[in-house]
C-alpha cells in the first residue's frame, strides 16, 4: 500500500519540484540578467589584462590539513620527506590540525619536528584550515596535499617545473587509488563542459599522448594534489568560501584563474596514491557530501558562468535539467526529488554572495566560458593557441606525422571492404606515427587489433551500442546514423579521443564517424574518406524502388543531401574513393575534394599455386549485411543465372560471404551455393572460373575487383562495379549492365580459357601498377600535408 | 497446429527456458516457427530442431516481415511482455500477424490471451505495469509518436531549406 501511496505520489512531487525550480531558477536567472547588464559595461571599461609575474620555483610550502588523520599522515608524511629530501629545495612542510582528538598534534611534534604545525582550536574543514596554513606559508609556491594521500617518488620536481612559465597559475599531479580494483574515478585529468543543460565536471584517464607529454591542460587542479603560485591563489581570493565546507572550492579557483587568462596543466610525471575521501565521506556520509556537491554546482553557476546563451540555457532548463538528474542510481524519483530540491534550498542562501563576487571578478575575465572549456580539454588546441609549452612527444621516422585515424568500424582483412583502410594504415605506420580510435561489435575478436598492434599502431577501441534515447523528432539526421551511432557513451568516447590527442591530422572514416564527430572538428586539420557517398547510394535506391516506397526513398535522398552536406563543412579536405562520388559531394569551393583510389598490398595475397579451378563455377563474395551485395546476389542468381544456364546448363553460383540473411540463405539450390564466412578467401577465389560483380546499387568503390585480380582471376563486372577504378573494358574485365549481357560475358569467361587468362593477368598488372596500398597510402599522405600547410 | 514463438529478445539460459514455456503450451504436436535473434539460433540449435527458425533482423523492411507472416496464417502466437531493460516492439509483432490467438506470458507468469477487438486485459497489463515503465520508455513513445506525425509534416520545409542552403554541386567532382 505504501508502495502504491509512494508510486501515486511521485508524478504530483515531479510537478510539484518542476513548479519550485522554475520559479527559483528563473528567478535567479533574472537576477543574474539584471547584475549583468549593469556590471558587464562597468567591467568592459575596466578590463584588466592578466599580468604573469615570474616566481620562484626553487623549493615550495606543502600545505596538509587534517583532521583526526593521524593514521593518514602516519602515510603521508614520510612519504613527502623522501621527495623533499630527492628534489634537494629548500622546503617547507606544514600540517594544519583542524582541532584533531586523536593526537595529532603531540605525534607531529614529537616524531616530526621539521614539520610546521598549526593547531587550530576547533575543526574549520578544509577551505578554511586551508587558509589558516596559508598565513605561515613563506615560498612562493604552495603545494595542497589532502591528508590521505601518499606522494610518489619523483613528485615535486614536475610541479615545480610545470610553475616556471608565469602563464601557468597551477599544476596537478595525477591521482592512483590504493586500491587498484577501484574504478578510477579521480585521475587529475579534469574536464569541464556544459552537457544537456549541466555543468558536468569529470576526472578523466590520461591517455597516451597525455601521459608521454610533460603537461596537458585541465580543467582544474584539485586541491588535494596540486601545486600553485601562492601570491595569484591570494589574489584569486583562495578556495572561496561560498563553497565551505567543502567542494567545488578548487574548481572554482581553476575556472577563475582560467578566465584571468592564467592556466592549469596536468602532469602524469608527478602522482599521489589516494585513499579517496578517507574523512569527509566517512565523517558526513555519502548523502550530504553529494548533495554538497550539488549545491556547490549551483552557486559555482551563479558565480561564474558569464557566456549569456549559457547561462540562459542552463538556467531556463534548470526545471528539466534538475527532474532528469533527480533519477539517481539506486534510489527512487521521490528521494532524487528531495535530494535535488534540498540543494537548491541550500544555494539560495548564499545568491547574494554569489552574485557580489561574480560582479566583483568580472573586470579581470579575458576569456568566455566556451574558450575556457575548449583550452582546458583539448591538447592540440591549448598547443594551437600558443599557451604554456607542453614538451614533446616521440618524434615520428623521417619526418612523418602524427596521424588520429578515427573509424566507424575496426578494419579487418577478412570481413567486409575494410581491408583496404587496414592495409592503408599499416602503409601508413612505416613513415607515420598512427593512432586508431575504433568502434567494435561487443562480440567481436580482438584479432584485427593484435594484427594493428604489431605494426606499430596504437589502437583504441570503444564497444558500439545502440541509441536508445528519444530524439531526432524532424528527422534531420538519416535514422540508421542516428540509431546505430547515435549512443551519448560512443559521443563521449569520440570525443575525448579527440582531446587527448596531440596530432598533426585527423582522418575521419567513414559517414557514421563524421557523424558521431559532427560539431567537434571546426578548425582542425580534419580529412574525411568518402567511402560511401550517402546521397548517391539513396539515390540509386530511389531508381529501383516503386511505389511508396519510391516517395520514402525520395525523402531518404533528400535526408541524405541535406545531411551530408551540413557534415563535410567541418573538414579541410576530403578523400573520396571514386570520382562518381566526389561528384554527389556537396561542399564549398574552398573545400578541396581529391579522388584517392584504394590500394591492396600484393604480397599479402598468398593465393595457392596451381589450385584445380571448379568447371564453370561462379563466385561472388560480399559482406551480406551491406544491401547492396545482398541486391547484387538477388541479381545473380534470379536473373543472370538462368540467362546464363542456356548456354551453359552446367553453371553454378558461389556466394561467399559473412552473415548472410535469410533473404541469401533462400537462393540456395542445386546451382547455387551459399558458403557464408570462407576462412581461405584466396583458395576460394583461386577455385573459381570467373568472379561476377554484379552491384546495381550503393555507391564507393568495390574492393572485391581488387582482390579477384590480385588472384589473376577474370572478371565480370557491372559498370557500378567498376566505379572508381582506371578499367578498359574488355581489356581488365567485361563490363555489363543488362542481364543478358552479364549472363552472355559469364559464358565467354566460361567457356574461352585464353580470354579468362588475358582477363586475369590484364587486371593483376593493373593492381600492381596503379592500385597498391602503397601508393594509396602516399596519395593521402599528400593530402595529409596539403592540410598541415593551410 | 501451426504456432508461432517470440522469443526474441530472451537470451541464453532465459531463452532455453521460455522456449520450454512455449512449446508446452502449443501443445507437443504443434508445428511451430520461432523468431529468435542470432545469438539463440547459435545457442539452441537441438531445440530448435524440426522448428521453423525466423531470424529477427527483418530483411526487406518492417512491413514486408510482417506481412509474410501475416501470409502463414498461424493458429496460435505465443509471446513474453515479462520486461527487459528497454522497449521490444518486436513483441507487439505478435498481435499484428493475424493469429486466430494471441497468448502473451507476463512479468508475474500467468497467461492470458490478447484480442484487438475485446483489448481489455491488454489495457489491464498496460496499466498495471505502467507504474514501472521507465521515464525513458515513456519518453520514447512520445518521441516516435511526434517524429512520424508533427515532426514528420515539419522534417519536408525543413530539409528543403536545409538542401537550398548547399553549395552548388561541383560536376568534376574536384577542387
Redesign the interface.
Known amino acids: 500500500m505504501a508502495r502504491l501511496t509512494i ?1 501515486l505520489l511521485t508524478p504530483l512531487l515531479a510537478l510539484v519540484m518542476v513548479i519550485v525550480v522554475a520559479i527559483a531558477s528563473w528567478s535567479c536567472l533574472l537576477l543574474i540578467l539584471l547584475v549583468d547588464a549593469v556590471t558587464a559595461p562597468w567591467a568592459a571599461l575596466r578590463r584588466r589584462a592578466p599580468q604573469h609575474r615570474p616566481r620562484s620555483t626553487a623549493d615550495a610550502s606543502i600545505l596538509v590539513v587534517s583532521w583526526n588523520g593521524q593514521h593518514f599522515l602516519r602515510t603521508l608524511l614520510p612519504s613527502l620527506a623522501r621527495a623533499v629530501a630527492e628534489h634537494g629545495g629548500n622546503h617547507e612542510i606544514i600540517v594544519v590540525d583542524n582541532g584533531s582528538t586523536d593526537g595529532t598534534v603531540e605525534w607531529l611534534r614529537a616524531e616530526h619536528p621539521a614539520v610546521k604545525v598549526v593547531a587550530l582550536p576547533e575543526n574549520r574543514y578544509f577551505v578554511r584550515g586551508n587558509l589558516a596554513g596559508l598565513e605561515h606559508a613563506t615560498r612562493d609556491v604552495v603545494v595542497f596535499l589532502n591528508n590521505d594521500m601518499e606522494v610518489q617518488p619523483g613528485f615535486l620536481a614536475p610541479l615545480l617545473d610545470g610553475l616556471r612559465d608565469p602563464r601557468v597559475f597551477g599544476v596537478t599531479a595525477e591521482v592512483f587509488f590504493r586500491d587498484p580494483q577501484k574504478r578510477r574515478e579521480e585521475t587529475g585529468r579534469t574536464r569541464g563542459e556544459i552537457h544537456n543543460g549541466w555543468l558536468k565536471l569529470a576526472h578523466v584517464i590520461p591517455s597516451r599522448d597525455e601521459r608521454e607529454l610533460a603537461f596537458t591542460p585541465t580543467f582544474w587542479a584539485g586541491g588535494g594534489s596540486s601545486a600553485f603560485d601562492r601570491r595569484l591563489f591570494l589574489e584569486l581570493g583562495g578556495f572561496d568560501h561560498l563553497y565551505d565546507p567543502f567542494y567545488l572550492e578548487d574548481t572554482n579557483l581553476s575556472y577563475q584563474a582560467w578566465k584571468r587568462g592564467h592556466d592549469l596543466l596536468f602532469t602524469a610525471r608527478a602522482s599521489v596514491v589516494h585513499e579517496h575521501r578517507g574523512t569527509s565521506r566517512k565523517v558526513f556520509g555519502d548523502e550530504f557530501v553529494d548533495n554538497m556537491i550539488r549545491r556547490n554546482q549551483h552557486l559555482f553557476l551563479w558565480r561564474s558562468m558569464t557566456d549569456l546563451r549559457l547561462v540562459v540555457s542552463i538556467l531556463g532548463f534548470l526545471p528539466l535539467t534538475s527532474l532528469v538528474r533527480a ?1 539517481r542510481p539506486g534510489a527512487s524519483l521521490a528521494r532524487g526529488i528531495w535530494f535535488e530540491l534540498r540543494a537548491l534550498g541550500k544555494a539560495l542562501p548564499r545568491l547574494p554572495q554569489a552574485l557580489w563576487k561574480r560582479c566583483a571578478s568580472r573586470r579581470f575575465y579575458v576569456r568566455s566560458d566556451r574558450e575556457v572549456s575548449t583550452l582546458s580539454a583539448s591538447v592540440r588546441r591549448y598547443r594551437a593557441a600558443g599557451r604554456a609549452e607542453l614538451g614533446a612527444l616521440p618524434k615520428p621516422a623521417s619526418d612523418g606525422l602524427r596521424i588520429l585515424v578515427m573509424s566507424a568500424r575496426m578494419p579487418r582483412l577478412d570481413t567486409d571492404g575494410s581491408w583496404s583502410v587496414f592495409q592503408r594504415l599499416v602503409a601508413l605506420a612505416q613513415h607515420h606515427r598512427v593512432t586508431l580510435f575504433a568502434f567494435v561489435e561487443a562480440t567481436q575478436d580482438d584479432r584485427a587489433e593484435v594484427a594493428l598492434r604489431s605494426h606499430g599502431i596504437e589502437v583504441v577501441t570503444c564497444v558500439r551500442e545502440r541509441n ?9 539526421v538519416p535514422r540508421r546514423l542516428f540509431r546505430d551511432y547515435g549512443a551519448a557513451p560512443m559521443q563521449r568516447a569520440a570525443q575525448r579521443m579527440l582531446e587527448g590527442t596531440d596530432y598533426d591530422v585527423l582522418q575521419v572514416e567513414y559517414v557514421e564517424m563524421a557523424h558521431l564527430l559532427r560539431g567537434h572538428l571546426r578548425g582542425e586539420p580534419a580529412v574525411y574518406t568518402c567511402h560511401e557517398s550517402l546521397v548517391l547510394a539513396a539515390l540509386r535506391k530511389q531508381q529501383k524502388a516503386r511505389g511508396l ?1 519510391r516517395a520514402r526513398a525520395a ?1 531518404a535522398a ?2 541524405a ?3 551530408e ?2 557534415l563535410l563543412r567541418e573538414y579541410r579536405a576530403i578523400a ?1 574513393l571514386s ?11 574552398a ?5 584517392v583510389p584504394i590500394g591492396i598490398d600484393l604480397a599479402q595475397w598468398n593465393a595457392p599455386p596451381n589450385a584445380a579451378i571448379a568447371p564453370a563455377t561462379v563466385v561472388f563474395v560480399g559482406y551480406f549485411q551491406h544491401e547492396p551485395n ?1 541486391v547484387a546476389a538477388q541479381w545473380l542468381v534470379r536473373e543472370v543465372l538462368p540467362r546464363l544456364q542456356k548456354s551453359v546448363p552446367a553453371a553454378r553460383v558461389e556466394l561467399i560471404g559473412r552473415e548472410p ?3 541469401i540463405e533462400a537462393l540456395a539450390s542445386d546451382a547455387v551455393a551459399v558458403r557464408g564466412f570462407v576462412p581461405d578467401l584466396a583458395a576460394a577465389m583461386a577455385a573459381a572460373t570467373v568472379i561476377a560483380l554484379p552491384i546495381l546499387t550503393g555507391s564507393g568503390v568495390r574492393g572485391k575487383i581488387l582482390e579477384a585480380w590480385a588472384a589473376k582471376k577474370a572478371v565480370v563486372a557491372t559498370p557500378v562495379a567498376c566505379e572508381g577504378f582506371a578499367i578498359e573494358a574488355g581489356v581488365h574485365c567485361l563490363v555489363a549492365a543488362a542481364a543478358d549481357e552479364f549472363a552472355a560475358a559469364l559464358a565467354r569467361c566460361i567457356t574461352e580459357q585464353t580470354t579468362r587468362t588475358a582477363l586475369g593477368a590484364a587486371g593483376h598488372a593493373l593492381v600492381a601498377e596503379r592500385y597498391s596500398a602503397a601508393a594509396s597510402a602516399a596519395r593521402f599522405t599528400e593530402l595529409y600535408r596539403e592540410v598541415v600547410a593551410r | 497446429m501451426n504456432a508461432i514463438f517470440f522469443l526474441t529478445p530472451a537470451r541464453g539460459d532465459d531463452a532455453a527456458t521460455l522456449f520450454v514455456a512455449f512449446r508446452a503450451r502449443a501443445g507437443a504436436e504443434a508445428s511451430v516457427t520461432v523468431v529468435a535473434g542470432d545469438a539463440d539460433r547459435a545457442w539452441l540449435p537441438d531445440e530448435f530442431a524440426g522448428c521453423t527458425v525466423v531470424p529477427d533482423k527483418p530483411t526487406g523492411g518492417k512491413l514486408a516481415f510482417v506481412r509474410e507472416l501475416r501470409r502463414r496464417r498461424f493458429d496460435k502466437a505465443l509471446v513474453a511482455w515479462t520486461g527487459g531493460d528497454w522497449f521490444q516492439p518486436m513483441r507487439l509483432v505478435a498481435l499484428m500477424i493475424g493469429a486466430q490467438r494471441v497468448e502473451i506470458l507476463d512479468d508475474r507468469g500467468r497467461w492470458f490471451a490478447a484480442r484487438w477487438s475485446a483489448p481489455w486485459p491488454l489495457l489491464r497489463h498496460a496499466l498495471r505495469r505502467l507504474p514501472q515503465t521507465k521515464a525513458d520508455t515513456i519518453l520514447r513513445a512520445f518521441g516516435a509518436l511526434y517524429r512520424w506525425s508533427i515532426g514528420l509534416v515539419l522534417a519536408l520545409p525543413l530539409l528543403a531549406w536545409r538542401c537550398l542552403m548547399l553549395p552548388p554541386a561541383r560536376p568534376s567532382g574536384r577542387a
Request: charged share 20%.
Open positions: 508510486r533519477r536508445r534515447s528519444a530524439g531526432n523528432l524532424h528527422h534531420a516506397a525523402f533528400a535526408q543531401l541535406a545531411y552536406g551540413e573520396a570520382d562518381v562520388d566526389a561528384a554527389h559531394l556537396r561542399v564549398s569551393e573545400t578541396p575534394v581529391r579522388v545482398v540473411p535469410a533473404a
